[in-house]
């Protein structure tokens, strides 16, 4: 069983009275990332009609199996009497590979379309709810807020068939994959704040640091399987608390005493470039 490219690229509604079933998926946008398409009876009857729109991938189930899967967009007939086709699209050699290494057998017994969402989801937010430690390479010990957003998309299908979408649902929503990934993409930004760190990047430099922090995040989730791939990591901003505050303004107050050769007063603890006190007047000794 597989899919078969058709020269057209368009049917009208009429047309679609000339097939039996007539698939295809209007619901995938921003937030809802998963659709589950079925036919009446749960059976794909032969020579149907599939429609792939831009941004999607159709996967092919049948009894808990992938039968084919395309990435490219147009419109095929469902053929009980070919082989797998695997239109790439966008993915080239790598959808292959994806196939190759696909081992997932759902318990549905049901024959049904996954039309999965290719676009980058954006606009989602994260950031830390207590202070977090940062091994900063001139602060020393430095514990940082911070808040952002992050984009993702799904790059592996086939993976994130098998590893987070539970094969009965209908539909599966932006909302429901964050909320999945909340732990792996927080212990994937922690891992990488200390890979920064190692690389002796200053707190007050991790802004400026989004390419580099979103490499390390890929590293950490691929190891973990879940098909997801995120596009970019953007800090808005991060905040030292209060007590590191404190610290790094007394080292920088001691770094302007050793560039200046100036000293501090001891009365009033001001920053002292003459003789006398700007702040309090007192006679400083030389």
């Known amino acids: ?12 509604s009429t047309l679609h009275d000339n097939w039996e079933d007539y698939i295809t998926c209007n619901e995938l946008n921003d937030e809802i990332l998963v659709v589950k398409k079925k036919t009446k009876d749960g059976v794909i009857s032969n020579k149907s009609r599939i429609e792939v729109k831009p941004n999607q991938i159709a996967l092919i189930f049948s009894n808990g199996k992938i039968l084919d899967a395309t990435a490219d967009a147009g419109i095929y007939t469902f053929d009980k009497s070919s082989s797998p086709t695997l239109y790439p699209g966008i993915y080239g050699r790598k959808f292959r590979e994806f196939w190759d290494n696909f081992n997932y057998q759902g318990t549905n017994m049901e024959q049904a379309i996954f039309y999965i969402s290719t676009k980058e989801i954006t606009d989602n937010k994260f950031g830390s709810s207590s202070p977090v430690f940062y091994s900063d390479p001139k602060y ?12 993702f998309k799904i790059d592996n299908p086939f993976t994130f068939i098998s590893n987070i979408l539970e094969n009965q649902k209908d539909i599966y929503t932006k909302e429901e994959l964050v909320n999945f990934l909340y732990t792996d993409f927080a212990k994937a930004f922690d891992l990488s704040l200390k890979k920064c760190a190692s690389d002796r990047v200053i707190f007050s430099d991790l802004v ?3 390419s580099l922090i979103t490499k390390y995040m ?3 989730l691929k190891e973990n399987s879940k098909g997801i791939e995120i596009v970019n990591v953007n800090i808005q901003k991060i905040v030292p608390d209060n007590e590191s505050r404190i610290n790094i303004d007394n080292i920088k107050k001691e770094e302007m005493v050793q560039k200046t050769n100036s000293k501090f007063c001891p009365n009033c603890g001001n920053l002292v470039t003459g003789k006398f006190c700007s702040e309090c007047g007192m006679k400083i000794e030389q």
């Not at 069983?1 to 009208?12: A, C, D, E, Q, V």
């Not at 020393?140 to 984009?151: A, K, W």
């Open 1 to 12: 069983m597989g899919l078969i490219k058709s020269p057209f690229t368009s049917i009208t």
């Open 140 to 151: 020393e010990n430095v514990y940082i807020r911070y808040y952002g957003v992050y984009s």
């Open 208 to 210: 400026n640091k989004q």
């Open 218 to 220: 890929n590293e950490t």
